[in-house]
Nanobody, 120 residues
Framework: VQLQASGGGVAQAGASLRLSCAAS????????VGWFRQAPGKEREFVAA???????DYADSVKGRFAISRDNAKNTVYLQMGSLKFEDTAVYYCAARTGSIVLEYDYKYWGQGTQVTVSS
């Protein structure tokens, strides 16, 4: 599975952005997919994940502001980010598990990352 993340950019605090993660090579409709992020000087952290049937999980820091969804017909997973904060600035990566349930770890396939910068 090859994953391509896109949609990053520069946004003001309080604004919204939508990231997309498109899969190619094979369908990943049975795979759980997650978003992670890594800020400069920090370790990569879990952001959100969605199972094959739509179950979701979020990091506490983004609950109520971010929403993950998937369109299996388009082989794409989305991360709608709202009420952006300066601390959301990071490179965002999408990843897919070989399994179908939501977990915050154990991801095998990774995309290349897309930069999100939130300005005050």
């Amino acid at each position: 599975v090859q994953l391509q993340a896109s949609g990053g950019g520069v946004a003001q605090a309080g604004a919204s952005l939508r990231l997309s993660c498109a899969a190619s090579g094979r369908t990943f409709r049975r795979n759980a997919v997650g978003w992670f992020r890594q800020a400069p000087g920090k370790e990569r952290e879990f952001v959100a994940a969605i199972s094959w049937n739509g179950d979701t999980d979020y990091a506490d820091s983004v609950k109520g502001r971010f929403a993950i969804s998937r369109d299996n017909a388009k082989n794409t997973v989305y991360l709608q980010m709202g009420s952006l904060k300066f601390e959301d600035t990071a490179v965002y990566y999408c990843a897919a598990r070989t399994g179908s349930i939501v977990l915050e770890y154990d991801y095998k396939y990774w995309g290349q990352g897309t930069q999100v910068t939130v300005s005050s």
